[in-house]
C-alpha cells in the first residue's frame, strides 16, 4: 500500500510540474501578444498539485518507516525493528532515494510560497517566470523518482526485518537537523535563480529586482551556512577523529555555492546603491544555483569516494546534462541581455566601499574556484589519463589561507569607507580605533607566548575586523536605539561579529591543539596539555541497535566521559564514539581507540586537546542570527519604493536610467 500510495504521489507530483510548465510557458507566449490567460492562477494550481504530490509521497515514506513496512527496498535497507524512533524518521534521507525525495519536497515547498505570497503583485508576469523554473527544476527531479531514483521499488522477497541506517547515521540526533538545513540551503537558491531568469526576460533588473533576490539569497544563504556548520558539530562528535573539517569533496561541494552566494549579497548592495555590476550579480546567482546541482552530482553520482556521498547512483549523466542546460541558459540569457545589463557608470575609485566590495568578491571568487578546482581535479585526471590522483588538506590550507586573511582585511577596511571615494586621511580616523585595538591584542597575544605567523595574522586582523563591525553597530544603535542591529547593516555586522569569531577560534585549535596517545590500565592517570585523564575500566553495553565497548574515564577529576567502539545491527566495522569535555577555554576529546587484549588489561586512550573550539560553534550561531537579523527590516532605512529617484510602477520601484545612480542617504551605508 506505502508503495503505491507513494509512487502515486510522485507521479501526481511530476504531472502537476509537466502540467505547469506548459501552461505557464503557453501563457507566457499568449502573454508577449497581449491575450495571456491569467497566469497567477495557472501557476497556483500547478505548484499546489505539485506540493500536494511531494507530502503524499513523503508520508507514504515516512509511514513505511515507522511501520517497518520491508515490503519497500528502502524500508528494509535504512532502517529496523531495533531502529531507535528518531532514526527511523530521519530514515527516509539517509539514502539516495529518499534524499531526493527529500530535496524534491523542500524544492516543491519553496515554489509554492513564491506562487501564493506574490499571488496579488501586479507584475504577474515576472512571477510566473519564477515559478516556471521553480517547476521545470521539480519536473526534473520528480522525474528522477519515477526512474533510477524511484524510493518506492518493493523488496521480493520481503524480509522479516531490515538492516538499519548507516551506522554514522544513528549515532548522533543531529542527523535530524544537518541535512535537512543544508536541503534548504541548497535547494531555495532556485528562487533566486528564477528571480535573475525572470529579470533577464523581462529586462526589469532594477532596485526592485536586487531586494527580492538579496531576500531570497539571504534565506538560503543562512540555512546553508547553519547546515555547513552543523555538519562540522557532526564531524567532530561522531567521526572520532578530532577535527571538524577535513576538506572533504562533499563538504566542499557544500561550501563553494556557500562562497559564490556570500559574494553576492555583498556585492549586491552595490546594485542596489550604485545602479553597478549587474551583469556580475546576475552571473553570481545564476552560478549559485549551477553549483547547486554540480554539488548533487558530485554528491548523488558515485564519482567521489566520500563518507558522505551516494557511492552506489546511476544519476551522474542525468545530473550533468541538467547542470549543463542550466549554465547554457545561463550564459545565454546574460549574453542576450548585454546590453540592458550595461552601466555608463562604475568604480569611480578603488579607496572606496564600492572598491572593497569588489576586491571582496574577487577574494571570495577566487576561494571558491580553488575549492572546486581541487575538488573536481582528481575527477579530471581520472577521465582523461585513467589515474587516480588525490587532493588533499595541504593543498586546501596552502592556498586558502591567504584568501581568508585578505577577506578578514576586507571585513575590517570596508564599514568604514565612503560610497564613490575616499580619501586616505578620512580612512585613517574612522579606522584608527579599530586598527589600535587590533595592534594592543596582537601585543598581549606575543607576550602571552603565541608564536607563529599564521595564527598572529588571524588574530590581528580579525580584532580588526571585529572592533570595526562593533563600531558600526555602535553608531547604528546611536542613530536609531537598539533596533539598529536588525536590517542590512545592523544584522551584516552581526554576521561579520559571527565570522570573526569563527575565525579565532579556529585559529586557535589547528594552531595550538595537542594530541597524545596513552597506553593505561585501569586506575592509572596520565596528563595531557594540563589535562589530567583517568581510566577506570571498560564494560560491554547492549543497546537495541548496537553492541558497544564502553571505557569509563575521568577528565580532570570531575567529568566522566565514556568514549566507546560500537558494532550495529548489520555488521560492519567499528564505529569510534568520543567523548567531549567541552569548556570555553579548551576541549579535552577523548577516544578508545584499542580495548585491552585481557580482562583488566590497559587500554589505549586516545587525548586531543584544542583550544576555543567551542567559540566555532558559537560563531555560528551567531552567523545565524545575524543572517535573521538581516532579513528585517531596520527602522532607520528607507522603505522599499522611497527614498530613491525612481518611481512605483506596479508595485515595483523603476529608475530612470540604468546608469543613473541613487542619491546618497547617509554617510555609513550598510555591509550586508
Known amino acids: 500500500m506505502n508503495a503505491i500510495l507513494g509512487y502515486c504521489g510522485v507521479l501526481i507530483a511530476f504531472l502537476s510540474a509537466l502540467a505547469g510548465v506548459v501552461a505557464l510557458s503557453f501563457g507566457l507566449w499568449r502573454t508577449r501578444r497581449g491575450r495571456g490567460p491569467d497566469l497567477g492562477w495557472s501557476g497556483r494550481i500547478a505548484v499546489s498539485g505539485t506540493l500536494a504530490g511531494a507530502l503524499v509521497a513523503t508520508a507514504a515514506m515516512e509511514h513505511g518507516l515507522l511501520t517497518h513496512d520491508f515490503s519497500l527496498a528502502y524500508v528494509a535497507g535504512n532502517s529496523s525493528r531495533e531502529t531507535p524512533l528518531l532514526y527511523q524518521v530521519t530514515g527516509m534521507w539517509s539514502s539516495l532515494a529518499g534524499s531526493i525525495l527529500l530535496w524534491a519536497l523542500i524544492l516543491a515547498a519553496y515554489v509554492t510560497v513564491v506562487a501564493w505570497l506574490y499571488r496579488r503583485r501586479p507584475d504577474q508576469v515576472t512571477i510566473a517566470w519564477v515559478v516556471l523554473v521553480g517547476l521545470i527544476t521539480a519536473a526534473f527531479f520528480f522525474g528522477l523518482m519515477l526512474g533510477p531514483a524511484n524510493p518506492f521499488v518493493t523488496a521480493h522477497p520481503i524480509p522479516h526485518d531490515g538492516v538499519g541506517p548507516n551506522p554514522l547515521l544513528q549515532d548522533r540526533p543531529l542527523v535530524a537537523f544537518h541535512p535537512p538545513l543544508l536541503y534548504l540551503g541548497m535547494v531555495g537558491f532556485v528562487v533566486p535563480f528564477g528571480f535573475a531568469v525572470a529579470g533577464l526576460v523581462t529586462g526589469d533588473l532594477g532596485s526592485g529586482w536586487a531586494s527580492e533576490v538579496r531576500r531570497w539569497t539571504l534565506v538560503s544563504w543562512g540555512a546553508l551556512g547553519a547546515g555547513i556548520m552543523l555538519g562540522a558539530w557532526w564531524s567532530y562528535q561522531v567521526l572520532g577523529w578530532g577535527g571538524f573539517w577535513g576538506w572533504d569533496p562533499v563538504e566542499n561541494a557544500a561550501l563553494v555555492p556557500w562562497l559564490v552566494a556570500t559574494a553576492f549579497l555583498h556585492s549586491v548592495i552595490v546594485h542596489q546603491r550604485r545602479g553597478i555590476l549587474k551583469v556580475w550579480n546576475v552571473s553570481l546567482v545564476s552560478a549559485t544555483f549551477c553549483l547547486t546541482i554540480l554539488a548533487t552530482f558530485l554528491t548523488r553520482s558515485g564519482v567521489l569516494e566520500s563518507v558522505h556521498a551516494f557511492s552506489d547512483s546511476t544519476l551522474g549523466p542525468a545530473l550533468i546534462g541538467f547542470f549543463g542546460a542550466a549554465a547554457v541558459a545561463s550564459v545565454g540569457l546574460i549574453a542576450w541581455r548585454g546590453d540592458l545589463l550595461r552601466s555608463s557608470a562604475g568604480v569611480d575609485a578603488a579607496l572606496s566601499r564600492e572598491g572593497a566590495f569588489l576586491a571582496n568578491n574577487l577574494a571570495l571568487a577566487a576561494f571558491a574556484f580553488l575549492v572546486l578546482l581541487g575538488t573536481v581535479y582528481p575527477l579530471f585526471v581520472e577521465a582523461v589519463s585513467n589515474r587516480q590522483v588525490s587532493v588533499g588538506a595541504p593543498y586546501f590550507d596552502r592556498m586558502s589561507m591567504p584568501v581568508v586573511l585578505a ?84 544584522g ?102 584499542m580495548t585491552p587484549a585481557r580482562p583488566g588489561g590497559a587500554a589505549q586512550i586516545g587525548v586531543v586537546v584544542q583550544p576555543l573550539v567551542i567559540w566555532l560553534w558559537i560563531g555560528g550561531a551567531v552567523i545565524a542570527f545575524g543572517a535573521l537579523l538581516a532579513l528585517l527590516r531596520s527602522p532607520g532605512g528607507p522603505r522599499r519604493g522611497r527614498g530613491s529617484r525612481g518611481r512605483r510602477v506596479h508595485g515595483k520601484q523603476r529608475h530612470e536610467g540604468n546608469e543613473r545612480e541613487q542619491p546618497p542617504r547617509r554617510e555609513m551605508e550598510p555591509v550586508g
Open 492 to 593: 551584516g555586522m552581526v554576521v561579520h561579529l559571527g565570522v570573526v569569531i569563527v575565525a579565532v577560534g579556529m585559529a586557535s585549535s589547528l594552531s595550538f591543539g595537542h594530541r597524545a596517545e596513552l597506553v593505561l590500565a585501569p586506575g592509572q592517570s596520565g596528563v595531557v596539555a594540563g589535562h589530567t585523564i583517568t581510566y577506570r575500566g571498560i564494560e560491554n553495553v547492549v543497546y537495541p541497535n548496537r553492541s558497544s565497548v564502553e571505557a569509563t574515564v575521568v577528565i580532570d577529576h570531575d567529568h566522566l566521559g565514556h568514549p566507546a567502539l560500537s558494532v550495529y545491527q548489520g555488521g560492519g566495522p567499528a564505529v569510534g564514539t568520543p567523548a567531549v569535555d567541552s569548556g570555553l577555554r579548551d576541549d579535552t576529546y577523548v577516544t578508545l581507540d
Open 407 to 490: 577577506l578578514l582585511f576586507l571585513m575590517a577596511v570596508a564599514p568604514a569607507l565612503p560610497w564613490r571615494k575616499a580619501s586616505v586621511e578620512l580612512a585613517g580616523r574612522r579606522l584608527l580605533l579599530p586598527a589600535a585595538f587590533s595592534a594592543a591584542v596582537l601585543v598581549v597575544c606575543v607576550a602571552a607566548g603565541v608564536r607563529g605567523p599564521g595564527p598572529l595574522a588571524a588574530y590581528l586582523l580579525a580584532s580588526f575586523a571585529g572592533a570595526t563591525a562593533l563600531r558600526q553597530l555602535a553608531m547604528e544603535v546611536i542613530r536609531v536605539g537598539i533596533a539598529g542591529v536588525t536590517g542590512r547593516t545592523g
